[in-house]
T-cell receptor, first 116, second 111 residues
């Protein structure tokens, strides 16, 4: 079946503008993750959704960042008043939830955000 | 926050040699996973080892886990140029699949 889909694949925006990044997880996956990766760096955790539980937002770097997941499926990551340091690849992943955390993550190809 | 740290940051070897990458983590875990990333885009899951396992094999991959030292290693045997990629370990913070990744090891396999 279809994998995790992210859109757009590339986004160039001017400093101060708002952007929305979209993630379509694999159908039936209840867990959804957002990570950020700067050039040559590791994955920085942003937010984790699991079913109807309150999301783990502990990784969001500032209140300019927010994310929602509608109907337990599609997720949107919104960055308000973008800054140049927000430039990075934003990766979304989903997994089928199992208690004990034994499910591999399936990643999308990411959205490359460039703030000019 | 990052849970795991890979070592070395970069590794360059000749084709046919073995490559060993290490991962250390901070808290107790339920499982540890290794991923591969080409070209800075999506990661691909390689192998998962549970906390009650000590070693696991998959093709040319061998993963070990030492929970007393909070460390894991990934061994790629008989490396190929196509193995050139970044490799990341990931661990769960709790029983809830809340996964954190390390900074990765950049592996270059020269033909």
């Amino acid at each position: 079946g279809a994998g995790v889909s992210q859109s757009p694949s590339n986004k160039v925006t001017e400093k101060g503008k708002d952007v929305e990044l979209r993630c379509d997880p694999i159908s039936g996956h209840t867990a959804l993750y957002w990570y950020r990766q700067s050039l040559g760096q590791g994955l920085e955790f942003l937010i984790y959704f699991q079913g109807n539980s309150a999301p783990d937002k502990s990784g969001l770097p500032s209140d300019r960042f927010s994310a929602e997941r509608t109907g337990g499926s599609v997720s949107t990551l919104t960055i308000q008043r973008t800054q140049q340091e927000d430039s990075a690849v934003y990766l979304c992943a989903s997994s089928s939830y199992t208690y004990g955390g034994n499910s591999p993550l399936h990643f999308g190809n990411g959205t490359r955000l460039t703030v000019t | 926050s990052q849970q795991g740290e890979e070592d070395p940051q970069a590794l360059s070897i000749q084709e046919g040699e073995n490559a060993t990458m290490n991962c250390s983590y901070k808290t107790s875990i339920n499982n540890l996973q290794w991923y591969r990333q080409n070209s800075g885009r999506g990661l691909v899951h390689l192998i998962l080892i549970r906390s009650n396992e000590r070693e696991k094999h998959s093709g040319r991959l061998r993963v070990t886990l030492d929970t007393s030292k909070k460390s894991s290693s990934l061994l790629i045997t008989a490396s190929r140029a196509a193995d050139t990629a970044s490799y990341f370990c990931a661990t769960d913070l709790d029983n809830n699949n809340d996964m954190r990744f390390g900074a990765g090891t950049r592996l270059t396999v020269k033909p």
